[in-house]
């Protein structure tokens, strides 16, 4: 946690401290907006982060900068895959953000995620730092162990009201500070702060806030499920 300046006063070399209810957290800087995107007979639409997608469908993440450093990210997906998508292997390996530009997950030429795999959530694992950090040893990785089990649940009162499935634990979260992370990525995140905030914007884009002057550590659940019926919810 970043902690503003103690404000000083006096003279002839005194100095005081300010009253203990004078001190303030410094505000978090900006760091990334967030804009989750869906492409459907060739027409790119923004869509809620939290959105059940179907299996099939084509997202992918749009991201403005707000922020000189370098960005990581990587996506455990619920067949167990892990896998680095930014920066991607066929793009380029240039991972250098900067301030006032836009960049795209995954980072290639018009590429998309297919949605596919079983039912759940995929978690992408965010990583900014000011500096750049050794990547991980593999492109991809099984992850061992059992599968998470979660799978999507839709938010009555929003599919009542539009018909569209909506998940509240979909999309940006803060990492939970022990919980552990995928093993591709354990050297790399370190002592990474995992104290990240978000706000909401205009057009379901969402700020990303935190201090800028250390390795960041944060998530973005990406919920999909299999195609329902036709007039069913799942």
Known sequence: MFVSLLLLSGSRGHQAKAPAAELKTAPAAMLLEITLER???????????????????????????????????????????????????????????????????????????????????????????????????????VAPGPLSSLKPRCNDKIFRARGECMDDSAGPAAVPAGKPLPVPIQPMAGSASRDITFSKKNGGTVGVSGGASAPLLYTFRLAHRTAPAAGMKE
């Open 39 to 141: 492409k459907r007979d060739g027409k790119v639409e923004t869509m809620a982060a939290g959105h059940v997608f179907d299996n099939g469908d084509q997202v992918r993440l749009r991201l403005k900068s707000h922020y000189d450093g370098f960005l990581y990210v990587m996506d455990q997906g619920t067949s167990g895959q892990f896998a680095t998508v930014f920066p991607a292997a066929d793009a380029g390996t240039n991972n250098r953000i900067e301030v006032d530009k836009d960049y795209y997950v995954p980072s290639g030429n018009d590429d998309w995620f297919d949605v596919s795999g079983p039912a759940g959530f995929d978690t992408l694992y965010f990583m900014l730092s000011p500096v750049e950090l050794a990547r991980p040893a593999t492109t991809n990785f």
